[in-house]
């Protein structure tokens, strides 16, 4: 079965502790992406991933960090969270490497929920 | 950088109406326009989708159109079930950069 996982699906962490949510596809896609999600603010690209060794940064990259090392992986670390990134975060992979290749949709994970005390 | 923004917020129809959600963007380079649909604690999940060389694409019951001239596109649904209800988010991307930005959601509500 096609899909993207994420984990932790919950987790509650102190100020400061640093954190790894991991996010893992099988469907060989090149791009991989992160976003938040806040009420009333839809979704923010946190960084994204064009390919192995290659990641970017989105609109809200202040206080991540991601590797792509290997294709199927895409890790988000938190290496000292704070309270405003409690936020509900999303892992998403497609095909969309190459310009105007016929597969773009993108396939999201389940979603992590972070609270930071 | 990419703005999207996305209207209304809040959209209210009866069982079998049209519902209609606009989105307009500032960057020219933006050439791939998905739309999601997220159900209540779910994941968003793409229900169409469409790419800057074409002006309106239509599956079954929704349709977006896209005016790069103006810079808006938008997503109809007609004949709508309560089934539909949900957050819809649009989201412009460059494929060649890899950028992709959301706008702030509808929370479609339809009444049987």
């Known amino acids: 079965e096609a899909q993207v996982t994420q984990n932790p699906r919950y987790l509650i962490t102190v100020t400061g502790k640093k954190l790894t949510v991991t996010c893992s596809q099988n469907m060989n896609h090149e791009y991989m992406s992160w976003y938040r999600q806040d009420p009333g603010l839809g979704l923010r690209q946190i960084y994204y991933?064009?390919?192995?060794?290659?990641?970017d940064k989105g609109d809200v990259p202040e206080g991540y960090k991601v590797s792509r090392k290997e294709k199927r992986n895409f890790p988000l670390i938190l290496e000292s969270p704070s309270p405003n990134q409690t936020s509900l975060y999303f892992c998403a992979s497609s095909s969309y490497g190459q310009a105007w290749s016929q597969n773009t949709e993108a396939f999201f994970g389940q979603g992590t929920r972070l609270t930071v005390v | 950088g990419e703005n999207v923004e996305q209207h209304p917020s809040t959209l209210s129809v009866q069982e079998g109406d049209s519902a209609v959600i606009k989105c307009t963007y500032s960057d020219s380079a933006s050439n791939y326009f998905p739309w999601y649909k997220q159900e209540l604690g779910k994941r968003p999940q793409l229900i169409i989708d469409i790419r800057s060389n074409v002006g309106e694409k239509k599956d079954q019951r929704i349709a977006v159109t896209l005016n790069k001239t103006a810079k808006h596109f938008s997503l109809h649904i007609t004949e709508t079930q309560p089934e539909d209800s949900a957050v819809y988010f649009c989201a412009a991307s460059n494929l060649d950069a890899g950028k992709s930005t959301f706008g702030d959601g509808t929370t479609l509500t339809v009444k049987p």
């Open positions: 991933s064009m390919n192995v060794e290659v990641t």
